[in-house]
């Protein structure tokens, strides 16, 4: 997998941009036809614009989204990190009429079919933003704003080398912390062992988390409403356990 970029113009003079390390690889933005049609038809109304720096999936620092007037109507804020093709978006969406959902996604073709996902499901309770997840905590919402959030089968980074990309680290933790309200919940499932155990040994120790299910070997029950996605299919075929896991934020 590449390390983090750095890019530069061809003339000598130019600005050097530097990317941050991401928990994300960048794919092809090409669409096929029925991709293209979805967004051209929804994006206007279900994905929110944001400010940028220098790269596509960047924030730049700016005042908080005022969540509110974008779905028109004050709920609870309910955020997935990764939403891919929307399976579990648009899942949520249906089981939680009453809430108010983002999903962050930074692959043009993957949010062209969460659109068309969610148009089939009949929900307009669900919003896209294409961005870093972590830069769009920061920037995004105000402290103590999220009601729960959703990390399912983020990029478990295998080599040691790479370990630095891993979404899910001290810092994260406590962005995390900082934006859900007190009593929030962030949900968490995995694939890899590896990264299992490394979520546990980071999330464990979070001064501002605790392990709903702590009391029970750590290891959360399945969240219902979470539906079994190609991506995990994937793994199941290939042997591997689905690991969830569930942190309060303590008042």
């Known amino acids: 997998m ?8 061809a003339r000598p003079d130019a600005t050097r941009v530097h990317r941050e390390v991401v928990s994300f690889v960048r794919r092809s933005a090409r669409m096929n036809p029925s991709q293209r049609k979805a967004w051209d038809t929804w994006r206007g109304c279900r994905v929110v614009e944001v400010e940028r720096r220098e790269t596509t999936t960047s924030v730049a620092d700016q005042p908080p989204v005022d969540w509110t007037a974008v779905f028109g109507r004050e709920a609870e ?11 579990t978006l648009a899942a949520l969406a249906v089981a939680r009429p009453e809430a108010n959902i983002i999903g962050f996604e930074v692959f043009e073709p993957a949010m062209a079919s969460t659109l068309s996902r969610l148009a089939r499901a009949g929900v307009d309770n669900v919003r896209l933003v294409q961005a870093d997840a972590a830069q769009g905590l920061l920037h995004l919402f105000e402290p103590s704003s999220i009601t729960e ?11 040691t080398r790479h370990h630095k990309r891993r979404l899910v680290s001290p810092g994260f933790a406590e962005l995390v912390a900082s934006r859900l309200v007190p009593g929030g919940l962030w949900r968490l499932a995995t694939d890899w062992d590896d990264y299992a155990e490394w979520m546990r040994e980071v999330l464990d120790v979070a001064d501002a988390l605790e392990n709903v299910h702590a009391a029970d070997g750590g290891w959360a029950p399945r969240l219902d409403a979470r539906p079994v996605t190609n991506f995990e ?4 075929r290939a042997g591997r356990t689905i690991r969830d896991l569930t942190y309060r934020r303590l008042p």
């Open 149 to 159: 959030l959703c990390t399912f089968f983020p990029d478990p980074w295998h080599k």
């Open 233 to 236: 299919a994937k793994g199941l």
């Open 2 to 9: 590449p390390e983090p970029e750095q890019v530069a113009s």
């Open 77 to 87: 804020l309910c955020v997935e990190i990764g939403s891919g093709t929307g399976e």
